[in-house]
């Protein structure tokens, strides 16, 4: 069974540091690229951050420079570093899996998801 | 970074019913577009990639259409369990974007 696990969230103040981490299971890990999503409460999807099998990483513009994604193989484990934390910043922060499809393009499956972890940044 | 709109923001319909949700883009995208369902406290789940291909174990009411910059989902015959909020997201290029959302209710 395919498994996506977040932890890391909690309430932080403005300025803060806090890292997400999303452990995998079910699945090869290292086969597939991966992906940060977050969504304010009420509000929409917002597409944060993703990280291809060979490493390279994309960032929103909102985040760009504070955030950043890593992953470890061998723990087959998706981290999410997250500094100067804002309040704009507060959300539910989803991994996410990309299982592809290739023919001719690729396109971006997104089909395998974590529960989500809170992040509240407060004074 | 390309904008994605969505229309209706929201809609309400009868069981039985079929829906239409429109995404446009603010440049062509080919066909990389895929379409989500969110039900409240839940994650999103895929329902379409490239723009009409339905992924594994959605029910076939469900199908996307559309190149370029316009793209449509459809939920034919409608069903109670439907009733959730449908995004777009374009995966032509960096940033990702997805669209704002359609709530739609029954």
């Known amino acids: 069974e395919v498994q996506l696990l977040e932890s890391g969230g909690g309430l932080v103040q403005p300025g803060d540091s806090l890292q997400l981490s999303c452990a995998a299971s079910g699945f090869t890990f290292t086969n597939y690229p991966m992906a940060w999503v977050r969504q304010a409460s009420g509000m929409g999807l917002e597409w944060v951050s993703y990280?291809?099998?060979?490493?390279?990483?994309y960032y929103a513009d909102s985040v760009q420079g504070r955030f950043t994604i890593s992953r470890d193989t061998s723990k087959n484990t998706l981290f999410l570093q997250m500094n100067r934390l804002r309040a704009e910043d507060t959300a539910i922060y989803y991994c996410?899996?990309?299982?592809?499809?290739?023919?001719?393009?690729?396109?971006?499956?997104?089909?395998?998801w974590g529960q989500g972890a809170l992040v509240t940044v407060s004074s | 970074a390309i904008q994605m709109t969505q229309s209706p923001s929201s809609l309400s319909a009868s069981v039985g019913d079929t829906v239409t949700i429109t995404c446009r883009a603010s440049?062509?995208?080919?066909?990389?577009l895929g379409w989500y369902q969110q039900k409240p406290g839940k994650a999103p789940k895929l329902l379409i990639y490239a723009a009409s291909s339905l992924q594994s174990g959605v029910p076939s009411r469900f199908s996307g259409s559309g190149s370029g910059t316009d793209f449509t989902l459809t939920i034919t015959s409608l069903q109670p369990e439907d009733i959730a909020t449908y995004f777009c997201?374009?995966?032509?290029?960096?940033?990702?974007?997805f669209g704002p959302g359609t709530k739609v209710n029954i």
């Open positions: 996410t899996a990309d299982v592809g499809f290739c023919s001719g393009p690729c396109y971006a499956l997104f089909d395998y």
């Open positions: 997201l374009q995966d032509f290029s960096f940033p990702l974007t």
């Open positions: 440049q062509a995208i080919r066909k990389d």
């Open positions: 990280i291809t099998r060979g490493g390279d990483t």
